[in-house]
Every structure is written in structure tokens, then in C-alpha cells.
């Protein structure tokens, strides 16, 4: 079983800052690996998959980089809705393992 | 409008059974593989099962190995997962999602989650 570990576990910024989250896999990958959004009461949704692809409806500002073990999430410029909790979750073959989440606050 | 709808949770004691069930319209079921997705309150995702879209890949969590198991119903557009052997650590709101891509067992993502259902494993 492939283990995600994501950091930090919480990053505490401002409106408006930039946000880089990262998430490293125990094993190579390759490039599929997703990123999620979940803010509290609702269920996830996906941002990124295959590493750099956004999903339909995502906005510009999220993007998605990285192969093999190390990826990183970046939010160019947060906006008030953006705080939330990321997840990222390895695609490469079963189990589809989840990284522990990185909680995005208001700072 | 591409939707999940689970139904099938409640209140159960340990080591008794239940059976969960998705309901999906708005898209073409049989291409794509499904998976069940549980958070614990307070915690992170687990991903449970998944079963692919013709039912030839099928994998589970350590966790519920050997107590759950995932089938699915193309011609009723449903997933259901069956837990038997229910453990107080298996309550959690458990999602139904939707694979990306279609025809794949590996890559993409999830795109589509269902509102939920709540296990709750007490005596």
C-alpha cells in the first residue's frame, strides 16, 4: 500500500497570498495522483488529476505539479473560499490510498 | 445532471451486518469504475473499495477486507456495498463516487461524490 504524506498539516495565511501544499508518496506514482477540496458539511471535490490536470469548473488559480513521489498544489492568490481542507489520493493502482490533509486557514 | 444518492445507513450494532446503496443517473454508468469513499467524524478520507466499470477489478482497504464487498447493477445504474461483521471504528459518513475517466481503472480522479450516508457501529 502506497502511504501519501501531506505538509503541512496546516498552513495559515492571509487573503490574497500564495499557497503551496505538497504531498509526498512512499512509492513512485508516476503522475496520477489527485487533489480534493472539502469544506466543513460537504463533500469533496475534486481540483487536479493526473497531477497538473485542473477538473472542469475548477478555477485558474489552482494548479497542480509534480511526478514520481513529490507534487505540489499551489493557490496563486487565495480567495475567502478557499480555506478549506486539501487531500491529495494516489491514482496509480489499487488501493487509492488519501494523504492526511493540509487545513488551510485564515491567518 | 450527473447525481449519486446513497441510501442504506443507520445504527447498527457490532458485528451485525448492512448493506449500502447508490443510486446514479445523468451519465453512462456501465463506462466507468465507482468506488466508496468513508471520513470518520473529525478524521480524513479513507478510500474503501472500488469496483471497475465491468466489474473485473475490484480491491478493498486492509481495514474492511474480508468484511465488505462491492458489487455493482449497470443495468439499474447502482453500487452497493455490503458490510458485514460491522466494528465500532467502521462509523463514518461513507461517499459513493464517480471515477474521470472512462473505461479506466488507474489515473483521473473523482469527479463526482455523492451527499452521503451515515454508518454508525454501537451497542
Known amino acids: 500500500e502506497i502511504v501519501l504524506t501531506q505538509s503541512p498539516a496546516t498552513l495559515s495565511l492571509s487573503p490574497g497570498e500564495r499557497a503551496t501544499l505538497s504531498c509526498r508518496a512512499s512509492q513512485s506514482v508516476s503522475i496520477y495522483l489527485a487533489w480534493y477540496q472539502q469544506k466543513p458539511g460537504q463533500a469533496p471535490r475534486l481540483l487536479i488529476y493526473d497531477a497538473s490536470n485542473t477538473a472542469t469548473g475548477i478555477p485558474a488559480r489552482f494548479s497542480g505539479s509534480g511526478s514520481g513521489t513529490d507534487f505540489t498544489l499551489t493557490i496563486s492568490s487565495l480567495e475567502p473560499e478557499d480555506f478549506a481542507v486539501y487531500y491529495c489520493q494516489h491514482r496509480s493502482n489499487w488501493p487509492f490510498t488519501f494523504g492526511g490533509g493540509t487545513k488551510v486557514e485564515i491567518k | 445532471e450527473v447525481q449519486l444518492v446513497e441510501s442504506g445507513g443507520g445504527l447498527v450494532q457490532p458485528g451485525r451486518s448492512l448493506r449500502l446503496s447508490c443510486a446514479a443517473s445523468g451519465f453512462t454508468f456501465d463506462d466507468y469504475a465507482m468506488h466508496w469513499v468513508r471520513q470518520a467524524p473529525g478524521k480524513g478520507l479513507e478510500w474503501v473499495s472500488g469496483i471497475g466499470w465491468n466489474s473485473g477489478t475490484i480491491d478493498y482497504a486492509d481495514s474492511v477486507k474480508g468484511r465488505f464487498t462491492i458489487s455493482r447493477d449497470n443495468a439499474k445504474n447502482s453500487l452497493y456495498l455490503q458490510m458485514h461483521s460491522l466494528r465500532p471504528e467502521d462509523t463514518a459518513f461513507y461517499y459513493c463516487?464517480?471515477?474521470?475517466?472512462?473505461?479506466?481503472?488507474?489515473?483521473?480522479?473523482?469527479?463526482?461524490w455523492g451527499q452521503g450516508t451515515t454508518v454508525t457501529v454501537s451497542s
Open positions: 463516487t464517480k471515477d474521470t475517466l472512462p473505461g479506466r481503472s488507474s489515473g483521473g480522479g473523482m469527479d463526482v
